[in-house]
């Protein structure tokens, strides 16, 4: 189930062609009222904002009549927060759209499996943010104002703290980021997506 017509026909016709893949019909909500995928589903691939929707309402419907399919995502979103935030809400498996065939089809099985799957670049994505301490509270603050391009002075303005403590806050910045200026430290948020809210429509 996929938002983007020509993604959903081209899931269609790559896993149709897969030996042993019995496709279902989709789990879409205009298909079925309850929006859950048909009895005797194991996996569900779907976009980003249909498979929350679909993990929302069988969480809720949960201890009645909820399926027990488990759900892959198949999504371009690829920041750190929004692979967290999926798993957190229950999925399955993560691939984000730009790997291969063969990707896909390796991320569907092990599903199937009851094995957690998470694509190359998806991987790569969750080990850099790895590799740093998380920021403080008044770090991010002073991080987020830098991305929208407040000098030191204006962002100690913003924040009522001293402009020493802005070039505090962004020494730890840069060490935790491993940025070594302003730019590489907002290019670090963005990729990690620190200032997204996860479910946010990009």
Known sequence: MHREPFVAAGLVDMLGRQDDFTLAPSPA?????????????????????????????????????????????????????????????????????????DQLFEGVRSVHRGVRYVCPVAACRLADSMTGRGLTGRESDVLRLVTEGCCNKTVARRLAIAPDTVKTHMKAIFQKLEANNRTEAAAVAERRGLFKQPGARL
């Open 29 to 101: 909500p205009a298909g079925r009222q309850d929006g859950l995928a048909p009895s005797g589903t194991d996996v569900v691939v779907a976009d980003y904002e249909a498979a929350l929707a679909l993990l929302a309402i069988a969480q809720g419907q949960r201890g009645r009549h909820a399926g027990s399919a488990r759900v892959l995502i198949l999504s371009g979103r690829e920041t750190e927060s929004e692979i967290r935030h999926a798993f957190a809400c229950g999925a399955h498996g993560y691939h984000i759209l730009g790997g291969t065939s």
